[in-house]
């Protein structure tokens, strides 16, 4: 059964949080937060997210961000998926999954 489609209203600030699978690390040096963050860039320029601030602690993010878009939070959160826990598993030799689960988003006053 497929999931169903979260729904985000385009211009409303969300604070985004996800977590390691278990609460595990998912930066293990600077190396890493920074490729996190461009990834970020990226993952935000193509699909329409402003990200106004972010918070990269040793097994999860926070991100506050606003889209353009219905759509544009899951697919920012799609592309650093594919992206960033690419260059985990590269570049620390392990397979799997990075993330526990879906992110999760709280909509906020702006």
Not at 14 to 43: I, W
Not at 62 to 72: C, F, G
Request: glycine share 8%.
């Amino acid at each position: 059964m497929p999931r169903k489609p979260r729904f985000y209203v385009p211009g409303a600030p969300v604070h985004a949080v996800q977590r390691g699978h278990n609460r595990s690390a998912v930066f293990f040096d600077d190396l890493d937060s920074l490729e996190y963050l461009r990834c970020l860039k990226q993952a935000a320029d193509s699909c329409g997210c402003a990200v106004h601030a972010y918070v990269l602690m040793t097994n999860h993010v926070h991100l506050l961000l606003s889209s353009e878009r219905a759509d544009s939070v899951g697919r920012l959160f799609q592309s650093l998926g594919r992206h960033y826990v690419r260059h985990i598993n590269e570049t620390y030799q392990r397979h799997g999954g990075l993330w526990e689960g879906r992110h999760w988003c709280n909509v906020i006053e702006s």
